[in-house]
Every structure is written in structure tokens, then in C-alpha cells.
């Protein structure tokens, strides 16, 4: 049984850092593309960064050069490493896991998805 499960969303102020952490257990995690996604109340979740198995990294335009994303196979857990903060950075943020041999993209359908963090930003 595959479990992915992630923490360390809070409430902080615009201009702080977060660092979220997503651990995948029950697969062979350094076979899987890992990626995190975002929801805001009202809106369409989207696609925040992925990093593949030999950690080739994307992110979307909106988070780059704030946030990073990273792994630690031997602990089956990727990071998100989150600064400067937004407002428009709040939303529950999801981690999902997906077999790739290969890079990793975004629009791929993750088949493994946990329960999510909330993070919210204050102004």
C-alpha cells in the first residue's frame, strides 16, 4: 500500500520560508518522479515543481528563484524549500509520486497523491 504524506504547511507572514516535506513509502522511490501541486479555495490546482529520479528539477514561472525543490532518496522524502512567500502562495500544497524512468513533467498523471499541507501567507 503506497502512502504518501506530507507536513509543514503553517500560517506565515509575506516575505518568510517554509520547508515542505513529503515522504512516499510502500514503492520503489528512487524509480518515481515526485512532484508538488497547489489549490487555492476557488481555483484549479496547479503545478508548482517536480524533480525526477536523477533530480532533473522544473518549476513553474511564478516560484522561480524562491523555491526548491529537492530529494533524499535514502529517506524516500522531497522537499520543498519555500522563501520569500506570498500572499498568493496560500493553498493546500500536495505531493504526488509517479514512475518515470525519465524527467519528470508536470502534466504527467501522478498516480499517488497524499492528503496535503496548508500553507497560508499573511500580508
Known amino acids: 500500500q503506497v502512502q504518501v504524506v506530507e507536513s509543514g504547511g503553517d500560517l506565515v507572514q509575506a516575505g518568510g520560508s517554509l520547508r515542505l516535506s513529503c515522504t512516499v513509502s510502500?514503492?520503489?522511490?528512487?524509480?518515481?518522479?515526485v512532484g508538488w501541486f497547489r489549490q487555492a479555495p476557488g481555483q484549479e490546482r496547479e503545478g508548482v515543481s517536480c524533480?525526477?529520479?536523477?533530480?532533473?528539477?522544473y518549476y513553474v514561472e511564478s516560484v522561480k528563484g524562491r523555491f526548491t525543490i529537492s530529494r533524499d532518496n535514502a529517506k524516500n522524502t522531497v522537499y520543498l524549500q519555500m522563501s520569500n512567500l506570498k500572499p498568493e502562495d496560500t493553498a493546500m500544497y500536495y505531493c504526488a509520486a509517479v514512475f518515470r524512468p525519465y524527467g519528470c513533467r508536470l502534466s504527467d498523471e501522478y498516480n499517488y497523491r497524499g492528503q496535503g499541507t496548508q500553507v497560508t501567507v499573511s500580508s
Open positions: 510502500g514503492l520503489t522511490f528512487d524509480e518515481h518522479a
Open positions: 524533480i525526477s529520479r536523477h533530480g532533473l528539477i
